[in-house]
């Protein structure tokens, strides 16, 4: 099939950052074919006809759908569309089903639990303290702060029920990994899956005091603070094996195109924290982009060859 108009769908209401995403994806697109920006507006339906191809960049709306409205509603249409189905990222959404995935695809993670509202937390919960303590179901480090990471009960009741007061939702319990930050973004399907090369977050540098992690502090006001090492100093072979655990992830998890995986590496032993299956592709800023800088693609050739790979898969 001929593919003649690529629709660029995104939210309506847009940040800074995600209009400058939208319009540079949008700029990308139109090198190559005729492009259309879609917002989920009023005339979402009406627009959405006019297309034979969608380039998915919605990732809010409502509380629990976030990024899985388009693309169930785009299967509905049969209409195609880059990145994961609305399955996929309704596990990835959740850190507690996809750490229960990887698990049972024997993938490193560190040890966890799973507290709902109003739930009674036991006093042995069978984890090593340190423990950190998150939302579920949010991203961007939302929730995340210096006393996340609890070291006895007392304070970890106190984290778990603030994260339900707060987000009115389950809490994810598991183990501190004490190392190595990367990030490890992937492009592509089956047998043609590109790993970039391994993203290094190091917080050495922050202020005395300040968490050695990605807090919403850390991340969102001293965020330049931050060191970042492209390709990641790490020894060849914990390198290999992170790989090969970040492949057997995308393919249990059935991600699509490209996603980003977050995970640290403690004892030449590495734990995959959490997936990001639509990770946004804001120029100059998303940890993803660095990593294809360094493969050589700058920001036009990743948008391109994330359509492809996506029209290929269709077609
Ligand atoms: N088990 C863990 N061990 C060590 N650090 C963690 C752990 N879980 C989360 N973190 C820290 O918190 C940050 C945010 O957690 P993450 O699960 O990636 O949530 P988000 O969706 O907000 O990015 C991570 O980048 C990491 O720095
Ligand atoms: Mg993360």
């Not at 492009?187 to 090369?197: A, F, M, S, T």
Request: aromatic share 10%; glycine share 6%.
């Amino acid at each position: 099939m001929e593919i003649k108009k690529i629709g660029v769908v995104h939210d309506k209401n847009l940040d800074k950052n995600k209009s400058l995403m939208v319009d540079s994806v949008f700029n990308a697109i139109n090198k190559k074919y005729e492009a259309v920006k879609i917002p989920f507006d009023e005339n979402f339906f009406e627009n959405i006809k006019k297309v034979d191809f969608v380039f998915n960049l919605s990732t809010s709306g409502g509380k629990e759908g976030r990024q899985i409205h388009i693309p169930a509603l785009l299967d509905l249409l049969d209409i195609p569309y880059t990145g994961s189905s609305a399955c996929t990222h309704t596990i990835c959404l959740d850190k507690f089903i996809t750490k229960l995935i990887l698990s049972f695809y024997n993938v490193p993670t560190s040890r966890f639990t799973h507290i709902k509202e109003n739930e009674y937390i036991e006093n042995d919960l069978n984890l090593n303290y340190p423990l950190i303590v998150k939302p579920v179901r949010e991203g961007s480090a939302l929730g995340l702060t210096k006393n996340s990471v609890v070291w006895d009960l007392e304070s970890l009741k106190r984290e778990v029920e603030k994260i339900h007061k707060d987000f009115k939702e389950p809490v994810l319990v598991e183990e501190f990994i004490d190392g190595i930050e990367i990030s490890c973004g992937v492009i592509g399907n089956d047998e043609e899956i590109i790993i970039l090369p391994l993203l290094e977050i190091d917080f050495s540098s922050l202020p005395e005091g300040v968490e050695r992690f990605y807090s919403y502090r850390v991340k969102n006001e001293i965020g330049d603070k931050v060191k970042y090492y492209c390709p990641a100093r790490i020894d060849k072979e914990i390198e290999e094996k992170i790989k090969r655990g970040v492949k057997a992830s995308y393919k249990a998890l059935g991600l699509r195109d490209y996603a980003r995986i977050d995970i640290r590496v403690k004892n030449d032993e590495f734990y995959i924290l959490e997936v990001n299956s639509l990770p946004l592709l804001i120029p100059s800023y998303s940890d993803i982009l660095k990593m294809g800088e360094k493969n050589g693609l700058n920001y036009d050739d990743f948008i391109l060859k994330l359509l492809e790979v996506a029209i290929k898969r269709y077609f």
